[in-house]
């Protein structure tokens, strides 16, 4: 098995990257786009949706000194990415370090996550900003 953990169902499209896939959970029904990139730790749910290009990365570059080069500073440690259960993510949206997404969220495609995202939240944009929620729409039961 590539993954630490990997649920049934799962759709790993044409081109994504992984590298080894050590540190990395998938669940149930869930896919990785064509061209992603995912960097571990990520733990990604059950029933995720994932485009095309999505970016997962969980470390940075060093900056903090300038007595030298930044090219010679290495990498920050990784922050784990979080993406809980029944989460679409756009085309070419970015997932920086440290972020999780909620429940039922929707990330818009191109949008830049560097903050976490509540549960059933629709984000954009970059940055990314939750511009509205998921509603219920509970059925009307039926009347004899």
């Known amino acids: 098995m590539m993954f630490d953990e990997c649920g049934h169902e799962v759709n790993i499209e044409a081109g994504a990257e992984f590298g080894k896939g050590k540190g990395i959970k998938i669940g149930n029904r869930s896919g990785i786009g064509i061209g992603a990139r995912v960097e571990s730790p ?28 930044m090219i010679e500073q290495g990498m920050t440690d990784p922050k784990a990415v979080t993406i ?10 970015i997932i920086l370090p440290g972020v999780s997404i909620g429940d039922g969220a ?24 939750v511009v509205d929620y998921r509603k219920s729409k509970t059925a009307t039961p039926n009347v004899v």
Request: proline residues 8%.
């Open 42 to 69: 990520v733990s990604i749910g059950d029933n995720v949706l994932m485009g095309p290009d999505v970016l997962i990365l969980t470390r940075n570059h060093r900056f903090s000194r300038l007595d030298i080069p």
């Open 84 to 93: 809980g259960n029944d989460v679409w993510i756009g085309t070419r949206a």
């Open 106 to 129: 929707i990330v818009g495609a191109g949008a830049v996550v560097r903050e976490s995202i509540p549960p059933l939240a629709i984000a954009i944009g970059n940055p990314a900003v």
